[in-house]
């Protein structure tokens, strides 16, 4: 007989029928070590479920195989399951008091997750290697494994519940319940007790959280819900608990003067009557309310008289208590004692018996944090009462200081007066000086004048006057216009002037509405909400309630179009009766064709395009997004973006850069009224921002979004060019920004840059691609050797010395130059950052590219520059994670930099390099 071979008891809270109950009717099941099958049977023949089983117990899977549609025998770790239920998605999987009898837990919970449906869970069962029971075990000097237990002589892996969460984080899972299985250590297998141990031990161990927890039992998901945590009290074994009556017959206390009676668990109110008519010559009394920490609330507390008559002696009594409140009492130490010293002897004289009536409010564990909380409580009143003092003082030593502020105020006033007076006299002495000078020049001043007034013509002499002012006013801006003909011709300068001044002047116009106003007395028509979503439902958890609370509109309708996600996200849309949800093949996934499929069902005649990740920043935000919309009669608007809680500094700095780039930076809103022809300002003009959009519907059905990328800017485009308005918004935001890798800027970079060349037909000049190459090779080797100084930064450390610290490396190492032989430190420091751009250098490295220094190289000093700017208007103190953002900062950039250079020219460097075709594929994927 297999020695876990057991009935299956529903009755008892155990961990098995904790498990079942969790499992819901006609459920797909896969259960590893099910043993002789007796939960199995359960879920096949009460649930009507089709189970599925894995057992490495011959015999025990041959009983068990009667109520599985298929079981496989074999042990877990050798993963033949896996291709047998290949083909099966699985609601339930079950680790019942397995994962401990395994090597490596973490590897079979990774495995299982694809087997798991969208919405399934994953039971456990664990048990619990700091239970008291072994504990006490350890202090005795004792180990010993049994056949079944805690210490199952088969167990492989021990956990606590802290390791056993962590394992579950790190595997990718989140917990949605937990609960534990309570036993006292005399009813383990181990027979054991506290009164094993020193009393002061055994009460700290008491007092431990986990110390009764047998086994833990966990269901856990693929994707992130509310935790439920089931440590109810009710379910704990509790030691017997009394109360306990001493009478002192002028001896003293003691155990053997009396009288015990039990106490049940807390409920409510326990009558107790101690009879100690049997006592003589009774000199006072002690009354231990539990043989443990508690609260109580004494309802009555009097004693009875040979006569029958009743006296009541609760207002005579005192306690060892922490604190206490009209009858609530709160011991926080294990041997509370309530005090009778205000009744006398003679007043104890003729009494029978001693009644109380009790509830017990909280004990043990429970009754210490109540007795913390309490005196929290308490504390923070007296601090309330000394804080309401202390302000009433200060507020009359405030008052006490204004009027002193005031004579003060009045002295220096009538001080002031008096120098000013003194100053008018010395000014007035000087201007009598002045004047009397002038009065001596006047003459011979008189005599040049008539003769200059003779030799020149008073045109002429306007004409000098006006020539000086210009000169003077022109000749800095005359500076810059030679050096920028001198670098670019004159043919170029002239037509960026000229475009220049098309842009401002004829281009764009700039409007400014008070958008800050929460005023919705105009309802605003239904406006659609174009979504396309993929595995977001962590984002979307928080988006969709924002977006239904939006006010002031008629109607408000969700279009979400989903590229077929598996973190549950098409269970969470179905809560929401009211939007519209499609599915479409990750595979045919393209910007603009999920945008245009979610359009088509729109019935509003305003559509806003979102992303699944930005967020609105009130619920007043659309209102006022709609409002600009309609009031500047545009065909779409854009608004800015602010990035959110978790953005790093390089993400802040580059939503800046965007926002200066598009004249946004100020709240107002820009209005594209023209085409220019020219690629630098046409983008400015055209740029929409698909991150929110809003479009007339009537005028993007003849339009629509096409292409893979940058659907948004060939829109503007193409609706500037037909003479449409467009526009972009700063005086309405959205939250969105992304914590992405130095790889991702990269492939972005590439892609954006080879896009934005085809849109805009611009003729790049002809370069160097073997230099080209060489600059982004050797400026990784800069980098590498700048990142490993900075990392060995002693921090916290002050800006200023930061900044010199930073410029100065970089100088040296911008000044020095690299030998291919110190590779393999630059492989070391940049794999450690990021592996993927580690390996596109491998690819420059392994096909022999010299290390030549260009623009990026020497470049490098700029991007510290930046960097070190935008830190210096946040911070005077560098810690460490701020260095680790400058450091991301200075890898990104190289990351962006590199693939604009790729996307730049990347026909012309397939056509001479066919080793980059692989590289070129894999960095033009997932953007």
């Known amino acids: ?26 459920s797909t099941v896969l ?29 025990a899977a041959k009983d068990a195989s009667q109520y599985t549609e298929k079981i496989i025998v074999d042990s877990i770790e050798n993963y033949t399951w896996g291709k047998e239920f290949e083909s099966i998605k699985f609601d339930y999987i079950i680790f019942a008091d397995v994962l401990e009898h395994l090597y490596y837990p973490e590897k079979v919970l990774n495995s299982v997750k694809e087997f798991l449906k969208g919405d399934g869970s994953i039971l456990i069962s ?69 009164t094993d141990l020193p009393e002061e031990f055994s009460e700290y161990l008491k007092r431990l959280s986990w110390g009764e927890s047998y086994q833990y039992v966990y269901e856990i998901k693929k994707y992130h819900m509310p935790l439920v945590s089931d440590f109810s009290i009710e379910y704990k074994t509790y030691t017997k608990n009394f109360i306990q009556l001493f009478i002192d017959q002028n001896k003293g206390i003691s155990e053997e003067s009396s009288i015990k009676l039990p106490v049940n668990q807390p409920s ?7 009879d100690i008519s049997n006592y003589e010559n009774i000199t ?16 009555k507390l009097s004693i009875i008289k040979l006569d029958g008559s009743e006296v009541n002696v609760l207002p005579k009594i005192s306690a060892n208590d922490c604190t206490h409140h009209d009858k609530n009492y709160f011991f926080e130490y294990h041997d509370p004692q309530i005090y009778f010293e205000d009744l006398s002897s003679q007043e104890l004289k003729g009494t029978i018996s001693l009644m109380a009536n009790i509830r017990y409010l909280h004990i043990s564990n429970d009754a210490l944090q109540a007795c913390v909380n309490e005196i929290a409580i308490d504390r923070n009143f007296m601090i309330n009462q000394l804080t309401q003092e202390l302000e009433s003082q200060r507020q009359e030593l405030e008052s006490q200081r204004q009027e002193l502020e005031s004579q003060h105020q009045e002295i220096e006033r009538k001080e002031q007066e008096k120098n000013q007076q003194i100053q008018l006299m010395q000014k007035h002495i000087k201007d009598l000086e002045l004047h009397t000078k002038n009065l001596l020049a006047l003459a011979e ?6 003769r200059l007034k003779r030799l020149l013509p008073s045109e002429i002499r306007n004409k000098i006057k006006m020539f000086i002012i210009k000169y003077k006013r022109s000749h800095y801006l005359m500076k810059k216009i030679y050096s920028y003909v001198k670098v670019n011709g004159l043919l170029f300068t002239i037509k ?30 239904k406006v659609s909400i174009v979504i396309p979503t993929h595995n977001g439902l962590r984002d979307l958890t928080k988006l969709i309630p924002q977006l239904i609370n939006q006010q002031g509109f008629h109607d408000i309708e969700i279009i979400i179009v989903d590229s077929s996600s598996e973190d549950g996200t098409k269970e969470f849309i179905k809560n929401f009766s009211d939007i519209k949800f499609i599915t479409i093949e990750q595979k045919n996934f393209s910007h603009s064709y999920a945008r245009n499929l979610g359009f088509d069902t729109c019935s509003g005649k305003v559509v806003l395009f979102m992303v699944q990740d930005a967020l609105p920043t009130s619920n007043f935000w659309l209102h006022s997004f709609v409002h600009i919309f309609k009031k500047t009669k545009l065909v779409a608007l854009s608004c800015s973006q602010i990035p959110n809680a978790e953005a790093d500094l390089y993400t802040c700095y580059g939503l800046k850069q965007f926002n200066d780039f598009l004249d946004i930076s100020e709240s107002k809103t820009k209005i594209t009224e023209k085409y220019i022809d020219n690629p630098t300002y046409a983008r400015k003009l055209a740029q929409l921002d698909n991150v929110s959009c809003l479009v007339d519907a009537n005028v993007f059905k003849q339009y629509k979004f096409r292409g893979k990328y940058a659907e948004d800017l060939d829109l503007g485009l193409r609706l500037i060019k037909d003479k449409h308005r467009i526009g972009m918004t700063s005086e309405v935001s959205v939250l969105h920004s992304h914590l992405r890798p130095a790889y991702y800027y990269m492939k972005r970079a590439m892609v954006e840059t080879e896009v934005v060349k085809d849109m805009f037909e611009k003729n790049t000049e002809k370069i160097n691609l073997d230099d080209q190459l060489s600059d982004i090779l050797v400026t990784s080797f800069v980098l590498a050797f700048f990142l490993n100084e900075i990392k060995n930064i002693n921090s916290p450390i002050s800006f200023n010395k930061f900044k ?49 220094k260009g623009d990026l190289f020497y470049s490098m000093h700029h991007i510290n520059s930046e960097a070190i700017n935008f830190i210096e208007n946040k911070y005077t103190l560098i810690d460490e994670k701020i260095i680790s953002e400058y450091i991301l900062f200075m890898l990104n950039t190289y990351g962006t930099w590199s693939g604009v250079r790729f996307g730049t020219n990347k026909k012309e460097y397939l056509e001479k390099f066919p080793f980059l075709n692989g590289l070129f594929e894999k960095l033009g994927k997932g953007v």
């Open 1 to 26: 007989m297999n020695k876990y071979d057991c009935d299956l008891n529903l009755e008892d809270r155990n961990s098995i029928s904790v498990l079942v109950k969790r499992v819901k009717e006609n």
């Open 31 to 59: 259960e590893f070590g099910p043993a002789n099958g007796r939960m199995t049977k359960y879920m096949k023949e009460q649930l009507d479920c089709k189970v599925y089983a894995v057992e490495i117990d011959e015999k």
């Open 126 to 194: 664990i048990p619990n290697i700091a239970h008291n029971s072994i504990l006490i075990n350890l202090v005795k000097n004792e180990f010993n494994y049994s056949p079944t237990g805690l210490l199952d002589d088969t167990h492989i892996r021990f956990f606590t519940k802290k390791t056993f969460d962590d394992l579950i984080a790190k595997t990718g899972y989140f917990r949605t319940y937990e609960t534990a299985i309570f036993l006292n250590p005399e009813n383990t297998e181990f027979r054991n007790s506290y």
């Open 268 to 274: 409510e109110i326990q009558e107790f009557t101690f």
């Open 284 to 299: 006072n009394l002690r009354l231990d309310p539990l043989n443990d920490s508690c609260v109580i609330e004494i309802e």
């Open 445 to 450: 001043y008189m005599r040049l004048k008539n």
């Open 496 to 525: 960026q002037l000229y475009n220049s001044r098309m842009y401002k002047s004829k281009a764009v116009v700039f409007h400014t509405n008070d958008a800050s106003i929460k005023d919705i007395s105009i309802v605003h028509d």
């Open 804 to 852: 010199v610290s930073m410029s100065n490396s970089l100088d040296n190492l911008l000044g020095r130059e690299y030998l291919k032989d110190e590779y393999s430190h630059v492989h070391e420091v940049l794999y450690k950052y990021d592996a993927n751009i580690m390996n596109v250098i491998d690819v420059l490295f392994k096909n022999n590219i010299e290390l030549k």
